[in-house]
């Protein structure tokens, strides 16, 4: 409760603020002081402390599964306002209003991770989305942001509109008329027709949101068209905060029956892993292969909704920790050039060891290397999926997939340190050395969770 | 009257809603058919309660009664979503003089 109700709070605090603060760097450091704030608040109710008392009629249910996935979301979201607390600015001159709509898509996180009735999961949700669509399009003069914008509105609410059919349907289809997740829960039996129908427009809607193919067509164009650093924190903070919701609800749900319609996302999965990585081999701009990277890290988590166990649990966690960093890492110093391209990085390493070195971990662990975050968090997702036992060739699919995905992230590698670099192309790149120090903190939290995954993971059994 | 005519009434107006949405390419009738899906699934969740309220005992009746509240929270978050909605339509206004959606293929190349 504490998350929810001082994210709300911050974020109005942020929007009034907008009016009386005179620098533009003053926005920033209430962002910061806001995330700490909220962040420590969280930490105390996790450890049996809650500042607030509100009876909820069971509508939210506080778990320590939920409170440590808010933990993971706001140390990242920490991450990036002080890495990314200054490129706001270049976006338009309303900072402290885009920090508030930030801070609002935090609170429909917190939501997401505590959820205990379809109602609060529909409202999560659209809390998550709609100031994501407004972000996507702050900047105002860019045509491409607004197409992004208008394509994001039109597809969220199009696959709300699925989803909440879904809801109704199964709202229809379960005997006691109750929107509680854990009295959805039929045990063994057969799926009804009603509760079936129900299922499959619920993991369209997901699969909309979280940009799993065959519905990912939006997630290339969204991400690259809007504002580099909202699409860091869109294909970070907001991908991984749909996966955690939907967890919940089929884990808590749907987990009895789970073999009835695991078929669903072995499709979704293999198509997703296929789709997202093999095109992004053949992209030429960063930002553009960095979002359908997004895309095939989405079908490695769909894994952890495949096998619904307690390792997937784990695994997804340490899967959104590792991914949310490096992506916010590498998008940090994205941002920091003019020219996206991978051209744009020739010589890199020259030019900027320290910027090169961290980019090349960021990118080694989205990779999957040994002693990365990133092997670890693929090793558990996928060792999931095996201690289910089904379907065992999936796995072997992944394995290749990551092997594909190798090939695009290291032709960055390739261009930061063996090729010259291209006169004219992001020839400054300023940073300050907080920045610097920033990076090498970021990417030793990625080398720290490669070697001790426990660190993070043991805590969802506080 | 039974619940299957509210069952088919509703989807009626939700294929309606998706075959208008996926095929028109102004971006304000898209807007309506999303509208209508919302709303077909508000008759749903309607229809549902009732016949969960017949079929009730005490205990459940206040349980049944939900989806009529539930109907009320998409209203406010379709309004909130319109608001945005209509905004970013009129900045696209704004910036290209047409709110036709085709104008999304640019961003491909």
Partial sequence: MNAIIITALWGVIMMFGGVFFKKSTTPKFWAIAGIIIVLLANLFEFFGHPFFNVDTKGMLKFDSFGLHFNTIAFICTLLFFLLNGKDFEKIGMHVSEYFALMFFVLCGLSILSSFNTLLLLFLGIEILSIPLYILTGSDKRNLKGNEAALKYLLMGAFSTGILLMGIALIYGGNTLGSFYIDAINLGTGNLPVLIAGGLVLILVGISFKVSAAPFHFWAPDVYDGAPAVVSSFMMTIVKIAAFVAFFRLFQTSFGAMQHQWQMLIVVITAATLLIGNITAVFQKSVKRMLAYSSISHAGFMMFTLFALNDTAKEGLLLYAAAYSIATIGIFAVIIKMSDYSIEGFNGLGKKQPLLALTAVIFLLSLTGIPLTAGFTAKFYVLMAAVKDGHQLWLVVLAVICAAIGAVYYFKVIQAIYFKDPVPGVNDEINVSSSFKFLLVVTAALIILLGFLPGLLIDWIYY | ?109
């Fill in chain 2, 1 to 109: 009257m039974e619940i299957k005519w509210y069952i088919f009434l509703s989807l009626t107006l939700f294929c309606i809603g998706i075959i208008g949405a996926l095929t028109r390419r102004n971006s304000i009738i898209v807007f309506m058919c999303i509208e209508l899906m919302l709303n077909s699934v508000n008759l749903m969740l309607v229809a549902f309660s009732k016949m969960h309220m017949a079929g009730a005992n005490i205990l459940s009746y206040s349980m049944a009664s939900s989806a009529q509240i539930f109907v009320f929270f998409i209203m406010i978050v379709a309004a909130a979503e319109v608001s945005v909605g209509l905004a970013i339509i009129v900045l696209l206004y704004r910036n290209t003089r047409s709110i036709d959606i085709n104008f999304l293929n640019r961003l491909k190349n």
